[in-house]
């Protein structure tokens, strides 16, 4: 199959979260199955051209948009398999790939210009991500000459669909009339791609069933509802090839199951980089991530100063709404030697706190798949977690999976539930039950690789490629 990626994110080009780890080893997975895979791209001023070999230009294209055209240039390279094209345009790349007021009409004209691409060459499968991909999902619905191209949509977060005024579809040629759901003058980019797409999909099963409900629903949940026949949950995996303790060239030593010496040399050697006492004994919680609501960042706060009384130290890295950054740089100023905050983003260290961390923290309040609990059972880090979305798909406790478990879960929203999964954590850990090696075995062994979840996406394109045929 021809299959045609858009994405606002992929990674290693620029990253914010995980859509771009998706959008950036998923058509490589693809593409080892055997299919034609393009991914388009905005070209972000921060990508490093020189790094990534991109050419300096590639062809142009002159771009309907309003009353005027755009000029865009669409450099590409191949990366495993995979062609990965840049749009390059002054009014689309900037140095962040979020967070401007004109965001709407960026994406839009985004949408308008992979769309101008493809003409010459119909896919047999559009596959737009998340609000910034979504105005494609509509706009191929109705270009003559992708009469033959089915379209997806995949949901990686319905907190954000995108809510503009209704002007940018008038930019890009689309009609104005309106989804029941948007108010008068406004455009919803995700309920247009989810009303429009042949399928539409999310990254994890049990996210595919919540978003159904009003509490998930993002107010989407009624729309979402009458395309419950063509929705599907299919799990994120992650590029395990990357994320391998055996040889990630960003850790101090390597190590597998069946020999873990190495992870206590990761662990003293994280302790030592964050200013932590270098303590065989103390177990090391790891955070990675938005310091975000989203992310449960309420009761991370709540339940830290506990954890540390408990004995526990604290590895944090992230960003976030600066209320909560305030409120944790006060809290690592007080525990020195038990609390260390890097807020910012750095991959490498990213990967020296999966791989030196006993636990990995991921209370969210909703998380469409969540990565980071993938990644840290990859690096034998126990994840601790909030049995919601994907992460109720990949965790599984070990108090009620006896020998089986791979982590830690707990239900309510609450700070004392959380606080009660750390406690039984701890308990393990400290306890001799089960030999912690062997649990870090198993949760190493577990396979969260694309291999499945490629396929199950193979089996979603045919499906839409049937309902466009029948259409
Ligand atoms: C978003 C979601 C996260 C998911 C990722 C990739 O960032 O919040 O749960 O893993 O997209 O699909």
Same mark, same amino acid.
């Given at each position: 199959?021809?299959?045609?990626?858009?994405?606002?994110?992929?990674?290693?080009?620029?990253?914010?979260?995980? +859509? !771009? &780890?998706? *959008?950036?080893?998923? =058509?490589?997975?693809?593409? @080892?199955?055997?299919?034609?895979?393009?991914?388009? #791209? %905005?070209?972000?001023?921060?990508?490093?051209?020189?790094?990534?070999?991109?050419?300096?230009?590639?062809?142009?294209?002159?771009?309907?948009?309003?009353?005027?055209?755009?000029?865009?240039?669409?450099?590409?390279?191949?990366?495993?398999?995979?062609?990965?094209?840049?749009?390059?345009?002054?009014?689309?790349?900037?140095?962040?790939?979020?967070?401007?007021?004109?965001?709407?009409?960026?994406?839009?004209?985004?949408?308008?210009?992979? +769309? !101008? &691409?493809? *003409?010459?060459?119909? =896919?047999?499968?559009?596959? @737009?991500?998340?609000?910034?991909?979504?105005?494609? #999902? %509509?706009?191929?619905?109705?270009?003559?000459?992708?009469?033959?191209?089915?379209?997806?949509?995949?949901?990686?977060?319905?907190?954000?669909?995108?809510?503009?005024?209704?002007?940018?579809?008038?930019?890009?040629?689309?009609?104005?009339?309106?989804?029941?759901?948007?108010?008068?003058?406004?455009?919803?980019?995700?309920?247009?791609?989810?009303?429009?797409?042949?399928?539409?999909?999310?990254?994890?099963?049990?996210?595919?069933?919540?978003?159904?409900?009003?509490?998930?629903?993002?107010?989407?949940?009624?729309?979402?509802?009458?395309?419950?026949?063509?929705?599907?949950?299919?799990?994120?995996?992650?590029?395990?090839?990357?994320?391998?303790?055996?040889?990630?060239?960003?850790?101090?030593?390597?190590?597998?199951?069946?020999?873990?010496?190495?992870?206590?040399?990761?662990?003293?050697?994280?302790?030592?980089?964050?200013?932590?006492?270098?303590?065989?004994?103390?177990?090391?919680?790891?955070?990675?991530?938005?310091?975000?609501?989203?992310?449960?960042?309420?009761?991370?706060?709540?339940?830290?100063?506990?954890?540390?009384?408990?004995?526990?130290?604290?590895?944090?890295?992230?960003?976030?709404?600066?209320?909560?950054?305030?409120?944790?740089?006060?809290?690592?100023?007080?525990?020195?030697?038990?609390?260390?905050?890097?807020?910012?983003?750095?991959?490498?260290?990213?990967?020296?706190?999966?791989?030196?961390?006993?636990?990995?923290?991921?209370?969210?309040?909703?998380?469409?798949?969540?990565?980071?609990?993938?990644?840290?059972?990859?690096?034998?880090?126990?994840?601790?977690?909030?049995?919601?979305?994907?992460?109720?798909?990949?965790?599984?406790?070990?108090?009620?999976?006896?020998?089986?478990?791979?982590?830690?879960?707990?239900?309510?929203?609450?700070?004392?539930?959380?606080?009660?999964?750390?406690?039984?954590?701890?308990?393990?850990?400290?306890?001799?039950?089960?030999?912690?090696?062997?649990?870090?075995?198993?949760?190493?062994?577990?396979?969260?690789?694309?291999?499945?979840?490629?396929?199950?996406?193979?089996?979603?394109?045919?499906?839409?490629?049937?309902?466009?045929?029948?259409?």
């Amino acid at each position: 199959m021809r299959i045609t990626f858009a994405a606002a994110e992929v990674a290693p080009y620029a990253k914010v979260g995980g +859509l !771009a &780890d998706v *959008a950036g080893s998923l =058509p490589q997975a693809l593409a @080892a199955l055997g299919h034609d895979v393009r991914v388009y #791209v %905005p070209y972000h001023r921060t990508i490093d051209e020189a790094k990534f070999g991109i050419p300096a230009s590639g062809r142009t294209r002159s771009v309907p948009y309003g009353a005027a055209h755009a000029r865009i240039e669409y450099p590409e390279i191949t990366r495993d398999g995979a062609r990965v094209v840049f749009v390059r345009s002054f009014r689309i790349g900037r140095d962040k790939v979020y967070g401007y007021p004109d965001d709407a009409k960026r994406y839009a004209l985004f949408c308008r210009a992979v +769309l !101008a &691409d493809l *003409a010459d060459g119909p =896919p047999d499968v559009v596959h @737009a991500h998340d609000w910034h991909a979504a105005l494609l #999902v %509509p706009l191929a619905a109705k270009a003559r000459e992708l009469r033959g191209s089915a379209t997806a949509f995949t949901i990686h977060n319905l907190a954000y669909q995108g809510r503009t005024s209704a002007d940018v579809l008038r930019l890009v040629g689309l009609a104005r009339s309106r989804l029941a759901i948007e108010g008068r003058d406004e455009a919803n980019p995700m309920a247009r791609a989810i009303a429009a797409a042949d399928v539409v999909s999310t990254v994890s099963e049990r996210y595919a069933e919540e978003i159904l409900t009003p509490e998930f629903g993002e107010g989407l949940d009624g729309l979402l509802r009458e395309r419950r026949d063509d929705l599907w949950g299919i799990t994120n995996g992650i590029d395990t090839n990357f994320f391998d303790p055996a040889r990630d060239p960003h850790i101090g030593a390597h190590y597998t199951a069946d020999d873990q010496k190495g992870k206590a040399a990761c662990k003293a050697a994280l302790q030592k980089e964050t200013g932590l006492s270098v303590d065989p004994a103390a177990p090391v919680f790891g955070v990675i991530g938005r310091l975000v609501e989203q992310k449960g960042v309420d009761l991370l706060t709540a339940v830290a100063p506990w954890l540390l009384e408990k004995g526990g130290q604290l590895v944090v890295l992230g960003t976030g709404e600066p209320a909560y950054e305030a409120k944790w740089r006060e809290l690592a100023a007080k525990a020195k030697g038990k609390a260390a905050l890097t807020l910012g983003f750095d991959a490498a260290l990213a990967q020296r706190i999966y791989a030196g961390s006993d636990f990995f923290l991921m209370p969210s309040r909703f998380e469409p798949c969540g990565l980071g609990q993938l990644i840290s059972l990859r690096y034998g880090t126990i994840p601790i977690v909030r049995a919601v979305g994907g992460l109720a798909d990949t965790v599984h406790d070990l108090d009620a999976h006896a020998g089986k478990g791979n982590g830690f879960s707990f239900g309510k929203y609450e700070a004392a539930a959380f606080a009660d999964a750390i406690q039984r954590a701890l308990h393990r850990y400290r306890a001799d039950g089960e030999p912690w090696s062997a649990l870090r075995a198993r949760a190493m062994r577990e396979d969260h690789s694309w291999t499945a979840s490629a396929k199950r996406y193979v089996e979603m394109y045919a499906a839409a490629s049937k309902a466009r045929r029948a259409a």
